[in-house]
Structure formats: C-alpha cells, structure tokens
C-alpha cells in the first residue's frame, strides 16, 4: 500500500466519536430522517472501511439504502463542528457519494449492464 492511502484512511481514525457532527446535521436534527440516514458520524465510519487499502468488503449498496447517502445535501454543517478537523464531507461524503453514482447513476455503466441483459 502508499503512504496516500494510508493518510486517506487515517483521517477517519481520528474520531473521537463524540457525535457533534450527528448532531448538527439537519437531516436528522430538522427533518428527523433518523430510519433513512445513518449520519455524517456513521459515514466517517464507514469511510474508514471503505478507504482502507486493505479492505475488501463493498458497502456501496448499503451506504446507499440502508444508509440514505442521498439524503445528505452537502452543506458542510458537520464538518464546521468537528473537533478533529476530520474534513467529513469532502474526504468522507463526497467520495461514497461518488462511488454510489458510479455504481448505479453512470449512463454509460448503465448502457453496458442494458445491452448485456439483452445478449441471449
Ligand atoms: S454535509 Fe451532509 S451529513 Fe453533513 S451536516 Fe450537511 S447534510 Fe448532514
Ligand atoms: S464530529 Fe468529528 S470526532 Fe465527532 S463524531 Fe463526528 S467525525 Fe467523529
């Protein structure tokens, strides 16, 4: 493994669990999507698995619905209370919500997986 992907996963090791972040988000806190949305403090979680070079398991689909990724509309308000500084949204969020549009919103992924489907 890099010394970069090392640094990556470590960012996310620094949590204190202390769930400021949890608590200032609005999906949770405003809208109460507590069934929906696991939270920036689970994602950060699940970031750290997921960065992990040595890590194998895929928890796309489950960040996705059964963690509600999509709920979260990048307002940058959990990463503003975090008393690591862990940069939650960009190195966290950002990076699940791309590898969910990946999987599942990219046209040209979605074209392959279509005509395949077709061949006989
Ligand atoms: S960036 Fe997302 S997870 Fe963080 S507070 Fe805003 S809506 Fe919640
Ligand atoms: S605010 Fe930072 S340290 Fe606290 S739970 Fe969230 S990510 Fe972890």
Redesign the pocket.
Known sequence: MYQYEVRRAQEFKRCIECFL?QD?????RTHGKHDG?M??AF?VRAAAYETHPLDVQDRVDYVKDEGGIG?????????EVCPESIR??VNA?IPLKERVVDRHYDPLRRLVQLVRRRKP
Not at 24 to 28: D, R
Not at 71 to 79: A, E, G, L, V
């Open positions: 972040c200032v988000c609005h999906v949770l949305f939270g920036p994602l709920f979260c509309n990048i307002t940058y308000c959990c990463t939650i949204t969020i």
